[in-house]
């Protein structure tokens, strides 16, 4: 066997997850085991997804597919090995990091989902949990058992993705029809739960989540965003007006001018005038001072 | 949708065309110039085609294509005939029973499995349009299905056993999810068979699933037409267009140009074949040609001359604009005729040729089977003979 099973470190409902090493370089890997026998018609869908889309990306900020293999009837994805993950890392409250840092941070994971996109692959379920450290302190957008193409116009698509505090506005409206800036949505989420260090939209239910998500950034309104009441949701709502630059000065006190900026293009309501990665990676946020922090010098484990 | 540029080459691994008319948005803008880092480089849509794993593990030249299929023919054969040998050692046979054995446990030559295969790929395709499915899971069930034969030989695994494994996985791959029971009962066929080789499938697949189809393409370039040749193009008649080309570009599919041109060059070949004039026509005014820059003259007025010459303008600002160098509208179409030649060869296998290459390809896996059907014949004739003797 080229690849050895050390030790267990994961369990999902479709896979286990096992520490190892790849034999012919000593090199550290990860693989995650199907089990194919549990589903009923053959080759789950989120293995098919996870497979379909790794084989196509090769970046510094997207996990790398080592190789894939079967054995006793298993399929296995060897991946690289990855020791800990943002969410870890922000709960963590031993680690101290720096706006510095953080801009590091974003700027990976920005860096990753426009891979994504630019190969025209929506991530869905982007959280500080599928974000990935090397062990040099590279960021990697990982597990892509929920992404698809990026649709026509015309596709039906389920709104029914994305982790419910990471979920876009239109996927709360149960929108048909999405586009990449649900990705971007999470990652202004994850920019700001960085800033604050706790959760930022934090919905108890599905319901909850649009009144917590409208309390913090207004409910959106057929001027910013044409025909918005017609989802059928939408008259229930409380209506919220949005927060001024000072309201949003005191929630998050180290942001810069251009952070907020940055945050605010991310968090735009309307999906259609929120901004793209490609807006995003050009901010003046990652101009301004000070530079993102070199990634392998900032301090991950406590 | 001015993003349509197609590479030059397409046999030698080298310059395959953007994909997708989508990728505008994606592009990186240029930055501030004194923003620039010192080795600023563009990613196009062709560097980004590059990765894929279609370009990677399923784009070839002709003659590695070949070679490929003479590989899993060759060591097909290698095993059918280790098999024919043992037979013969095994059992003692008739100089009769030899003879049989001679004549008609043959392996199949390359060619016979190729026909076959491309046979049965039409099969795929009759059937999963049969189940309603969309056109994009259709061609994924096609192409899977021709990619798992170059890897495996019609002499191994029953092309039959497979068609519905692979219009299966393809609707999973393409997110067209349907059960396998509801599948099995619509195909009339059982969760066993169609699960049976499902990772033999994903296997030969190398696991690359990923397909990048020339439908896309074909919407982009459907709008870009219209763009460029404005006011020169009906819209009933390009809509016509559009659709034909449609089911022109799933044919193509069975055949070999998936493997050589990228799919905006098979697309554009399609296009050629249904309408040479506006093609070229169209291609000429996208790509103007550098010697030849004088700008074409229209026939009709003044005022669409003018435009022209302003797009003509905007397309070459453009290209200066990218660093790239402009692509010679001459030496596309070159590509895109050959391209079109190859989708107009293929001869397909009558049903009558297509159960003889098959009935040959059972009997050089089942040699016995030649052997009983022989002792039952002459067990048959005796008694008639010896019948007439009374007579």
Same mark, same amino acid.
């Given at each position: 066997m080229e690849y050895t099973k050390e030790k267990k470190v994961g369990e999902g409902t479709y896979a286990v997850v096992y520490l190892g090493s790849q034999h012919s370089t000593g090199r550290k890997i990860a693989v995650k085991e199907i089990k194919t026998s549990e589903f009923k018609d053959g080759l789950d869908m989120s293995a098919i997804r996870e497979v379909k889309y790794l084989q196509e990306m090769q970046h510094p900020n997207v996990i790398e597919l080592v190789d894939i293999f079967m054995a006793y009837d298993n399929l296995n994805l060897v991946l690289e090995f990855l020791p800990t993950d943002l969410e870890v890392v922000i709960k963590d409250k031993s680690i101290l990091f720096t706006p510095a840092d953080i801009k590091a941070w974003i700027l990976m994971t920005l860096r990753g989902v426009y891979h994504c996109h630019r190969n025209f692959i929506l991530h869905r379920d982007l959280k500080p949990n599928n974000l990935l450290f090397s062990p040099d302190g590279q960021i990697k957008v990982a597990d892509f058992g929920l992404a698809r193409a990026i649709p026509a116009p015309h596709e039906i698509l389920t @709104? +029914? &993705? &994305? !982790?419910r505090w990471y979920r876009a506005p239109e996927l709360l409206f149960g929108a048909k029809h999405y586009t990449s800036a649900i990705d971007i949505w999470s990652v202004g989420v994850i920019f700001a739960e960085l800033m604050l260090?706790?959760?930022y939209l934090p919905g108890q239910n599905d319901v909850d989540q649009m009144e917590v998500t409208f309390r913090a950034l207004g409910t959106p309104t057929d001027r910013d965003?044409?025909? &918005? @009441?017609?989802?059928? !949701?939408? +008259?229930?709502l409380q209506i919220y007006p949005p927060p001024s630059r000072d309201e949003l000065r005191k929630r998050f006190i180290a942001a810069s001018e251009y952070a907020l900026d940055f945050m605010c293009g991310m968090l735009t309501m309307n999906p259609q005038k929120r901004w793209t990665a490609v807006q995003c990676l050009e901010s003046d946020y990652f101009k301004e001072l000070p530079s993102p922090s070199d990634p392998s010098t900032i301090k991950i484990h406590s | 949708m001015t993003d349509v540029q197609v590479g030059e080459k397409s046999t030698s691994n080298s310059a395959p065309a953007n994909m997708t008319v989508k990728g505008k948005e994606a592009e990186l803008k240029p930055a501030a110039e004194n923003n620039k880092p010192f080795n600023y480089k563009r990613i196009s849509d062709d560097d980004l085609y590059r990765h894929s794993s279609q370009y990677r593990m399923w784009s070839y030249t002709r003659d590695q294509l070949q070679e490929k299929r003479i590989d899993t023919n060759a060591r097909a054969i290698a095993y059918i005939e280790e098999n024919l040998l043992k037979v013969r050692e095994a059992s003692n046979l008739t100089e009769e029973e030899i003879k049989v054995l001679e004549d008609k446990a043959i392996p199949l030559t390359m060619e016979e499995e190729l026909g076959l295969v491309n046979f049965y790929a039409k099969k795929v395709q009759v059937i999963a349009q049969h189940l309603n499915l969309p056109t994009e899971v259709v061609a994924t069930a096609i192409s899977f299905f021709r990619r798992f034969f170059l890897e495996n030989s019609v002499m191994q695994i029953d092309p039959k056993s497979i068609v519905h494994t692979t219009i299966f996985l393809a609707c999973k791959s393409e997110n067209y999810f349907i059960s396998v029971d509801s599948f099995a009962q619509k195909a009339k066929s059982t969760r066993e068979s169609i699960l049976k080789f499902e990772f033999k499938l994903l296997e030969s697949l190398k696991f690359s699933l990923l397909n990048h189809h020339p439908y896309k393409p074909l919407h982009g370039f459907f709008l870009d037409i219209q763009n460029v040749l404005y006011g020169k193009v009906d819209l009933n008649y390009m809509g016509q267009i559009y659709d034909r080309c449609k089911k022109r570009i799933t044919a193509a599919i069975l055949t070999d140009v998936v493997y050589f041109y990228t799919p905006p060059q098979i697309t554009l070949a399609t296009l050629l074949i249904e309408d040479e004039a506006l093609v070229t026509r169209y291609l000429e005014m996208k790509f103007p040609s550098r010697e030849n820059s004088q700008e074409p003259v229209s026939e009709s007025g003044e005022k669409e001359e003018q435009n022209d010459t302003n797009t003509t303008k905007k397309n070459k600002e453009q290209n200066l604009d990218d660093g790239k160098s402009p692509i010679d509208s001459a030496k596309l179409l070159a590509i895109i005729r050959e391209c079109k030649s190859l989708i107009e060869e293929p001869k397909p296998l009558s049903t009558e040729e297509a159960k003889k290459i098959a009935a040959k390809n059972y009997y050089c896996q089942n040699p016995l089977t030649l052997i009983q059907k022989l002792k039952r014949k002459m067990n048959e004739d005796t008694p008639a003979a010896e019948k007439r003797q009374k007579i």
């Open positions: @709104s +029914n &993705v &994305v !982790t260090r706790i959760p965003w044409p025909e &918005v @009441s017609s989802f059928m !949701t939408y +008259n229930k | -």
